[in-house]
């Protein structure tokens, strides 16, 4: 059985999982759209490159020679960028972390319905153990404040303090 702050301890905790889970899948998604965009831009100026090396002057005058080497240039860091920033790596890693906070949240959850039960104690001592070794995977990763404070926000609407009372 759990004292009334351990209770409480539970419910925070799960709204915790719950925000670091919706977190995760939010970055995710942005970290998948940056490696999209770079790919696409990296294709689209290399065709233009690759039309504009190709094309005589006829099509291209003169005075526009500067736009061969700008847009060689331009597709080569585009696509440096791309390798760079690792977001493909990256969106895969918070994928990854939001399943994990997500499987979390809802052992929290299962937790918070069971609190008088005989093992809760040594349950809520292994689901710690676990938000502490899921905090550890995720410190290479950057840290958006806003973001963060975005779910947290909706997590906490979604559950309404009416919720926060122990269940009986």
Not at 107 to 135: D, F, G, H, P
Request: glycine share 2%; net charge neutral; proline share 3%.
């Amino acid at each position: 059985m759990l004292s009334q702050m351990q209770q409480k301890d539970v419910w925070e905790r799960w709204l915790s999982a719950e925000t670091r889970a919706n977190y995760f899948a939010d970055l995710s998604g942005r970290f998948a759209w940056w490696q999209t965009f770079l790919t696409w831009t990296a294709l689209f100026s290399s065709s233009g490159a690759a039309f504009a090396i190709v094309s005589d002057s006829r099509i291209i005058p003169a005075q526009w020679d500067w736009i061969k080497p700008t847009l060689a240039v331009f597709t080569a860091a585009v696509s440096l960028l791309a390798v760079v920033s690792q977001n493909q790596k990256r969106s895969s890693e918070c994928s990854e972390l939001h399943f994990k906070w997500n499987r979390l949240s809802t052992q929290y959850e299962a937790l918070w319905s069971n609190v008088y039960s005989s093992e809760a104690q040594q349950k809520l001592e292994s689901l710690i153990e676990k938000s502490a070794e899921l905090s550890k995977c995720a410190t290479h990763l950057p840290y958006r404040k806003r973001l963060m404070e975005k779910w947290e926000d909706h997590v906490i609407r979604e559950h309404a303090p009416a919720h926060a009372v122990a269940p009986a």
